[in-house]
């Protein structure tokens, strides 16, 4: 199983920023392209007050900061030179929605994707959404909010894919009361019989559950998915959790444990969150750097059986 997508994160709500311009970018996105990345997601477009574009409504309604940089329109325009599918993903008030306001977070978000479909949506790499208010277990009303804001986003842009990344509520997210693998599957049975048709893709993140137990989870995402119609893909964190600093880029053999357990499984797709912080070359860690040379000395030895 090798990588062929990443999540972009450049609001770094929980990992430092890069600070990065339109130069380092560009030689990113090379980068990605040479390392077989072809589809990139922006996993938020904003969190808080801080946002990727100068979005009127956001910047009105949530008195967010204006940006110094439009990196929407950025990655919109290295997606397009570099051949990427770029999925856009909606702001997350870091609020409403955890505190059961749905119908607010739901009428913000539904703004934000009229305003950017018009002003961006004529890119050619603009090819999907990705609804990003991560959940583990069925809570009230979030399936709700991901069907209605999915069937929205599809219909506002001639049914481009949606796509969520939620996680697995395992023994890292929460040592006192981790999920059982039955509660896991019966749990998110109910989530996508909710969703069907609204959401396309799940890319469930592959890090909260041990090592070997993520086989066991991998199998039920992809059986579940199949049921309701939707594509399995995995999303290999490129970052180490077992690690008492947050977040720092992972041990080169438990990403490739991760892999092989997702390639034996047959999942669709392998996406990571995320390349350029964890595994870039250019990364500000240079243990990413070695992380990169790592992986792509496995990417070479599949390629060439």
Not at 56 to 82: A, H, I, N, T, W
Not at 122 to 143: Q, T
Not at 161 to 180: E, F, Q, R, V
């Amino acid at each position: 199983m090798l990588i062929t997508g990443t999540f972009l994160d450049e609001i770094s709500h929980d990992i430092p920023h890069q600070n990065w311009g339109e130069k380092e970018w560009d030689r990113d996105f090379a980068c990605m392209k040479a390392t077989g990345i072809d589809t990139v997601i922006l996993i938020r477009c904003g969190h808080k007050r801080f946002i990727t574009y100068p979005s009127k409504v956001l910047m009105g309604q949530e008195k967010c900061f204006e940006p110094s940089m439009d990196l929407v329109d950025l990655f919109l325009r290295l997606s397009d030179r570099y051949g990427m599918a770029f999925y856009f993903g909606l702001y997350d008030s870091g609020n409403y929605w955890h505190n059961q306001q749905f119908a607010k977070e739901l009428d913000l978000s539904k703004a934000v994707a009229e305003e950017v479909w018009n002003a961006y949506g004529h890119h050619p790499s603009f090819k999907g959404w990705y609804l990003n208010c991560e959940i583990s277990r069925a809570s009230v009303g979030m399936a709700h909010l991901y069907r209605d804001l999915g069937n929205f986003v599809k219909s506002l842009s001639g049914n481009l894919p949606t796509l969520i990344s939620p996680y697995i509520a395992g023994i890292k997210a929460n040592p006192d009361n981790a999920t059982t693998i039955a509660e896991h599957e019966r749990d998110w049975n109910s989530i996508l019989a909710e969703i069907q048709g609204a959401v396309d893709i799940v890319a469930f993140q592959d890090g909260h559950c041990l090592y070997d137990e993520l086989p066991d989870y991998l199998a039920i995402n992809l059986a579940l998915a199949k049921k309701y119609g939707m594509k399995s893909w995995t999303n290999c964190e490129s970052f180490d959790r077992d690690m008492p600093i947050r977040f720092l880029p992972i041990k080169w053999d438990k990403m490739r444990l991760k892999l092989e357990a997702a390639g034996k499984c047959g999942v669709d797709k392998a996406i990571t969150f995320e390349f350029s912080h964890f595994m870039s070359p250019n990364s500000m860690y240079s243990s990413a750097h070695g992380l990169y040379d790592r992986y792509m000395e496995y990417r070479q030895k599949l390629l060439s059986h």
